[in-house]
């Protein structure tokens, strides 16, 4: 009746933005990304038929805000008559500040209770339940390069290519600790209902996945760049108007993105992507992560960076 799990965020390269079917909370365009190893979300889920209701904690501290999520999901996956549970869960980077965390600690969650109640689910199905609670969460269940399409009112997600066999580091540069204001969730919404750039965001997904699927299978990184950075810049203009406007960014955001943009000028293989938060995520290959990091440290409104390779998906851990 008690089981661990670990997850890790993914961070995409060709973004989710959008809902086909909010209800279902079923993306409107596929996605593209890498899952981290680094940053990380440890997640316990103990059954105990003695507590009124679910109880969360998250990092030592009672989280009530996120609680009905948390027990909405575990309905979902198990059904609204079972136990009710404790769930603990410790991550080791910031919260709700475009980084991932809900991503990664969906799919801690699904992990965890499927075996502590003892069922038997594959990792399509986890991915699909986590992917209820958060859309970006079921590319989370899988490692390495992560492809998620839309089919008949489900999703689709498979790893493309392991962490191995192409090695990438990403360093993220923290401009903000604080949560921020609007989730993804009602943003997403915002924009399909209000932004005149969405539907050619819509349409133009496609493409975009086409180029960097190639780019990926051939391990070509200036392509991969070219096109991550430009889908990129397309989602957060779809942000910028609609209305009212969407922006994440602060001045240290673009600080960063001028950062990277001199170490591309001297020939550094780097490129940015951002997500809905004012963090930067700087791609890059191995041999120059030392120098990226020196380099986004050194700018301005940086308050730290982070560091990661490539890593695997959701998975189980054995509790001491």
């Known amino acids: 009746m008690r089981a661990t799990a670990i997850a890790q965020p993914n961070i995409a390269l060709i973004k989710y933005w959008g809902k086909e079917n909010v209800a279902e909370n079923l993306p409107a365009v596929g996605s593209l990304s890498i899952t981290l190893e680094t940053l990380t979300t440890r997640m316990t889920v103990e059954y105990d038929a003695a507590l009124p209701a679910d109880r969360l904690f998250v990092n030592g501290e009672v989280s009530d805000k996120m609680r009905p999520r948390v027990s909405m999901c575990l309905d979902s996956l198990l059904g609204q008559g079972r136990m009710p549970a404790t769930i603990t869960s410790e991550i080791n980077f910031p919260i709700a500040a475009g980084l991932a965390s809900s991503a990664a600690s969906f799919a801690a969650l699904v992990v965890a209770a499927s075996h502590a109640a003892g069922r038997s689910m594959d990792t399509l199905a986890l991915a699909r339940a986590a992917g209820r609670a958060s859309g970006s969460a079921a590319r989370s269940l899988y490692g390495g390069f992560v492809e998620l399409t839309t089919s008949e009112n489900s999703i689709e997600v498979d790893s493309v290519l392991a962490a191995g066999d192409w090695p990438l580091d990403v360093v993220v540069a923290v401009t903000a600790d604080t949560e921020k204001l609007l989730s993804s969730g009602d943003a997403m919404i915002r924009s399909a209902g209000t932004s005149p750039f969405y539907k050619n965001w819509v349409s133009g997904q496609d493409h975009d996945l ?58 550094i293989p780097v490129f940015f992507t951002i997500d809905a938060g004012p963090q930067v995520k700087a791609v890059c290959l191995p041999d120059s992560a030392d120098q990226v990091r020196n380099a986004l440290r050194n700018t301005d409104g940086v308050l730290r960076t982070m560091h990661s390779n490539l890593g695997d998906g959701a998975r189980l851990l054995v509790d001491p």
């Not at 108007?241 to 960063?256: E, F, H, L, M």
């Open 210 to 267: 086409d180029v960097a699927r190639t780019a990926v299978a051939e391990r070509d990184f200036a392509a991969l760049a070219a096109i991550a950075e430009h889908n990129c810049l397309k989602m957060h203009s779809v942000m910028w108007a609609s209305r009212p406007p969407i922006v994440y960014w602060n001045a240290a955001t673009i600080a960063c993105m001028q950062t990277v943009r001199n170490l591309q000028a001297d020939d």
